[in-house]
């Protein structure tokens, strides 16, 4: 109990703070937890470890409820998980029911949020105590393997592939370091360029860039609009909500929060797949698959239950292999780079009171979210009024002066961001998958070292295969995986070929 004296005032506020800060960006269209967590990334720098895990878990918690505020009342989701509440939500929503469809939709992110919570806290530790056992061979396939399933799940398996290895690229640039089994020299850099990039990219103005300036990038494009008046935003009052509601839906609310988590165990997969595989389950499994579409609250618990099961079942593998489920978790890692800390197998053996403390900020976030939400949702459901001309330019001088501070004020941190925010805006057209890429970014270096070391204990490539049973089993998931990919994209091309 000793990670109580963590729990200070401070690190409680910072939680709900970053709770209500992520709801907000949430509920606006087009910003997403994701680019919550990457504009406040570089505040964590100052307060520590637990307390800027504290800041950022709330946003996460945060950031992926409030989606349902615009997937409801305006039928446009706020993040890309909330895209199935669009469907039953916006209709109660037009039939005078917005209200009775936020608070179900607010209760069902609730109780997803806790299952799995309560998933992260069994089978974490689990997970890591059997991972301890890795040698280096079983540490390179399973990076190889969370890379095929990233590139299994993308909308195009090559593209996937091929964006998880552009990344691997990229986090090779600098020098091969001799302690990692290098020579010394520098590599993939152009002389005029070798002292800015000796070290490499710097991870977090790249993780700003991608998922900060790359957003503003996007909106830009497609011209700011005008954005809702208050009149347009009805939230309605003609069916009152009760939690009676939620009798019958106790199945529902389970399965979908246990295929959330699951879905955000798998690496780089994210909320949208979730919403829709838990969606996809619930209208299957329901008596009145016909209601559907039309404002069933069973779809508003499934999707809500199953995006809010994301957020404890993408922290299972990041704690665990030091692997980012999603790429939300994947900017967490920032937190642990700028604190000198490398998460993984160890990680919870060697800081139990960091990893209680994040159980406890997390439990805080999902009891803070409900409890905000469930009471001011009439205030929450405003924001999407404020107009966007107003935020973007603020969020754009936040991720500049975060690039330029992270790392005590260099310049080039500042080009970084420039390089991959226009990076990050282009990859979306010329179809590269950006979660395998920045995924790919943070495990390419750990790839390498383990690839190397493997072959310098072993001296033989056979050893991937023969070294022990974990081995083969892995090289089985790899193929099961890159198989199934092609089977469903066989599948999906016959469908559209008959369509």
Known sequence: MEFLSLISPLFV???????????????????????????????????????????????????????LVPAILLGIPGTPSSITTTFDGHPMAQNGEGEKALRIGITASFVGGLVSLFILYLFAP?????????????????????????????SDML?????????????????????????????????????????????????????????????????????QTRDEVKIGGKSSFSFGIFKGQIVNLLRSSGIGTFVGILPGV???????????????????????????PSGIVASE????????????????????????????????????????????GNNPDTWNAMIFAMLIANIGMFIMMYVA??????????????????????????AYTINYGIMFDVWTLLIFGI????????????APFIIGFILGPAAEVYFVKSLESFGDV??????????????????????GSIFLARNKKKLSEGA
């Open 159 to 227: 593209m996937g592939i091929f964006s998880g290895f552009l990344g691997i690229f990229i986090s090779l640039i600098g020098i091969y370091d001799i302690s990692d089994g290098g020579n010394g020299e520098m590599r993939l850099v152009p002389e005029s360029l070798a002292y800015w990039l000796d070290g490499g990219f710097s991870l977090l103005p790249v993780l700003i860039g991608l998922f900060g300036l790359a957003a503003i990038l996007e909106q830009a494009e497609i011209g700011v609009p005008k954005g």
């Open 13 to 67: 506020a910072l939680v709900l703070g970053g709770t209500l800060i992520g709801i907000i960006f949430g509920a606006i269209p087009g910003m997403t937890a994701t680019m919550a967590v990457a504009v406040c990334l570089p505040l964590t720098y100052s307060l520590g470890l637990e307390n800027g895990l504290a800041l950022l878990l709330g946003l996460y918690v945060g950031g992926i409820s409030g989606g």
């Open 377 to 402: 949702i009439r205030y929450f459901a405003m924001v999407v009024t404020i107009p966007k001309h107003i935020l973007f330019p603020v969020i754009l001088m936040m991720c500049v002066i975060g």
């Open 462 to 483: 056979s050893i991937f295969f023969t070294k022990s049973w974990i081995a083969m089993l892995l090289w089985v998931l790899i193929v099961a995986s890159v198989a």
């Open 423 to 434: 990076f990050g805006w282009l990859a979306v057209k010329i179809g590269i998958e950006v």
């Open 270 to 296: 994210g909320g949208s797949a979730a919403s829709i595989l838990a969606y996809s389950n619930a209208k299957t499994f329901s008596k009145h698959p016909e209601k559907f579409g039309k404002g069933e």
């Open 126 to 154: 689990a997970l890591a105590n059997f991972a301890i056992k890795f040698s280096y061979v079983e540490k390179f396939l399973i990076i190889l393997f969370a890379l095929t399933v990233m590139a299994a799940l993308s």
């Open 305 to 348: 239950a199953g995006n809010n099961g994301l957020t404890g079942g993408a922290l299972v593998p990041l704690l665990s292999l030091g692997i980012p489920g999603d790429s939300t978790t994947a900017l967490l890692i920032g937190a642990f780079t700028l604190q000198g800390i490398q998460v993984g197998p160890l990680f919870i």
